[in-house]
């Protein structure tokens, strides 16, 4: 059974910086595409970054480009999400979620079939 797990959420000022993990389990993880998406309080989960399984091809959502990076590293079947220069409307739930075998690299949520409990990220001003 896959399992994915969210970490390193927490509380940072505007211009601040902070990593997310996701930690998988129950998968052949280098045999995947992952990704992040978010979702704020009273909006759509939306995209914001995805990588191939080895790592070599990366997407971003244009509101993140050049502040976030994302990046995995399969021998420890993990993948992280550093963000940089953080604003408040970052602020939201960030979910990790593993592509479908199908899938080599999107920006859809439907490309991506399991889904971590999410980490909260908030952004003060």
Do not use: H
Not at 65 to 74: A, C, L, M, V, Y
Not at 77 to 105: F, H, W
């Amino acid at each position: 059974q896959v399992q994915l797990v969210e970490s390193g959420g927490g509380l940072v000022q505007a211009g601040g910086s902070l990593r997310v993990s996701c930690a998988a389990s129950g998968l052949t993880f280098s045999n995947y595409a992952m990704g992040w998406f978010r979702q704020a309080p009273g909006k759509e989960r939306e995209f914001v970054a995805s990588i191939s399984w080895g790592g070599g091809s990366t997407l971003y959502a244009d509101s993140v480009k050049g502040r976030f990076t994302i990046s995995r590293d399969n021998a420890k079947n993990t993948m992280y999400l550093q963000m940089n220069s953080l604003k408040p409307e970052d602020t939201a739930v960030y979910y990790c979620a593993k592509g479908r075998m199908s899938t080599p690299i999107g920006r859809r949520k439907g490309g991506f079939d399991s889904w971590g409990p999410g980490t909260q990220v908030t952004v003060s001003s």
